[in-house]
């Protein structure tokens, strides 16, 4: 079993809805939660990051993290066709991980004008 | 103030070849990471440094060896060159206990 499972989409959504975006996890002593927005041929860019359980909102953005079923959402309000693209969430901590972040394979994200 | 920094961008190798891949970083990051990413698997860890003259195997370490002599910069070596290792590489650095990791914008190396 993988340490991170994360539907690779592609989902495509108008301007305007409201995306959600999940994984699951593997490991309970994981504790740090980051998701990283990735456009075509660029290096991923830090979008949220929470600790522990709970929601932490940033504008239209809204992380969700359930550590008793192991699950990490992202939600996208009034989704923009700048949204447009690759989502991975990326848990760790815990043990000797050692500053290590298991990534999810990503969602590719299109929204349309 | 450039953050992290790969170079080169593109290559292209004949198989057995021997090439480097060079990262640097400039914001005073312990912590250093080479990726590999490949379509549908995801960013896999290759090596790691948590400190200057320190590194540490990843998930698929095999092919590769790394060197961290300057505390900005992180170096990844291929001795001898195969077709699997067609990927896009990417480095990322941090600080300790799990800041967040920023990264380069990635070296495309396609291997004949």
């Known amino acids: 079993q993988k340490e991170v499972e994360q539907d690779p989409g592609p989902l495509s959504v108008p301007e305007g809805a409201i995306v959600s975006l999940n994984c699951t996890y593997s490991n309970s002593a994981f504790q740090y939660f980051m998701w990283y927005r990735q456009y075509s041929r660029k290096g991923p860019e830090l979008l949220m990051y929470?600790?522990?359980?709970g929601n932490k909102e940033d504008g239209r953005f809204t992380a969700q993290v359930d550590k008793s079923s192991k699950y990490i959402s992202l939600f996208i309000r009034d989704s923009q066709p700048s949204d447009s693209a690759t989502y991975l969430c990326?848990?760790?901590?815990?043990?000797?991980?050692?500053?290590?972040?298991?990534f999810g394979r990503g969602t590719q994200l299109t929204v349309w004008p | 103030n450039a953050g992290v920094t790969q170079t080169p961008k593109f290559r292209v190798l004949k198989t057995g070849q021997s090439m480097t891949l060079l990262c640097a970083q400039d914001m005073n990051h312990e912590y250093m990471y080479w990726y590999r990413q490949d379509p549908g698997m995801g960013l896999r860890l290759i090596h790691y440094?948590?400190?200057?003259?320190?590194?540490a195997k990843g998930e698929v370490p095999d092919g590769y060896n790394v060197s961290r002599l300057k505390k900005q910069n992180f170096l990844l070596g291929l001795e001898s060159a195969a077709p699997s290792q067609t990927s896009v590489y990417f480095c990322?650095?941090?600080?300790?206990?799990?800041?967040?990791?920023?990264f380069g914008d990635g070296t495309r190396l396609s291997i004949l």
């Open positions: 990322a650095s941090s600080y300790p206990n799990y800041q967040p990791q920023h």
């Open positions: 990326a848990p760790g901590g815990g043990g000797s991980t050692l500053g290590r972040l298991y």
């Open positions: 929470t600790y522990s359980s």
């Open positions: 440094s948590v400190g200057e003259g320190t590194t």
